[in-house]
């Protein structure tokens, strides 16, 4: 069965700390992909990154990190150094391979204070 | 370029009115999801759509809703007639196939 979880419904930090975002998944596929999206206050959803299960290596872009264990079955989202712009509800979502559909989590919602 | 583009942004309607939600997919993405978001049920697939044809419409919750592809620009979603459990955020999404989904701005629907 595939299943997402997001344990974390709320998190809040001050501006500057860092954060991590955890996300485990549930998957009997060898092949599948995970994405991560971000929902701000204004209600779009933003696509962040997408990995397939091949591809364990982390990923940084900028004040953001991914972190891809399979061992663990987890793929965590790490905010260096967070801004109240990063203020958004965070979905982590899983794909099998030879299906369209995405099993979203619950979402995490990140508050940051000035 | 342009995102996918949804319309109307907002939408208040009367009980038992029909209910039209439009949306343009990504120039030459050939996948496109019709989703619906409540703070209850989180975000649900209504229906996919490859190559302008219906593939999965198991999400539909009844045959109040419908939705169709007449091209590959542009899809319909249509609630007839609505109720006040329909009022949520539903979004539009396209894709290449097996790659990441992009979605619209959604269309915020409210039912009285």
């Known amino acids: 069965a595939q299943k997402v979880t997001q344990a974390q419904t709320e998190i809040s930090v001050v501006e500057k700390e860092d954060v991590t975002l955890d996300c485990v998944y549930e998957?009997?596929?060898?092949?599948?992909?995970l994405f991560w999206y971000k929902q701000p206050p204004s209600g779009e959803l933003v696509f962040l990154i997408r990995r397939n299960s091949f591809d364990e290596q982390n990923e940084i872009s900028g004040r953001y990190s991914w972190n891809f264990q399979k061992s663990t079955s987890s793929f965590n989202f790490t905010i260096t150094a967070s801004q109240v712009v990063d203020s958004a509800v965070y979905f982590c979502a899983l794909s099998e391979e030879g299906t369209y559909k995405y099993i979203f989590g619950t979402g995490t919602r990140l508050k940051v204070l000035a | 370029d342009a995102g996918v583009i949804q319309s109307p942004r907002h939408e208040v309607t009367e009980m038992g009115q029909e209910v039209t939600l439009r949306c343009k997919p990504i120039s030459g993405h050939n996948s496109l999801f019709w989703y619906r978001q409540t703070m209850m049920r989180g975000l649900e697939l209504l229906i996919y759509?490859?190559?302008?044809?219906?593939?999965?419409d198991s999400g539909m919750p009844e045959d109040r809703f419908s939705a169709k592809m007449p091209n590959a620009s542009f899809s319909t979603l249509k609630i007839q007639p609505s109720e006040p459990r329909d009022s949520a955020v539903y979004f539009c999404?396209?894709?290449?196939?097996?790659?990441?989904?992009?979605f619209g701005p959604g269309t915020r629907l409210t039912v009285t």
């Open positions: 759509f490859n190559n302008n044809v219906p593939i999965d």
């Open positions: 998957t009997r596929d060898t092949t599948y992909y």
């Open positions: 999404a396209s894709s290449f196939p097996r790659y990441e989904q992009y």
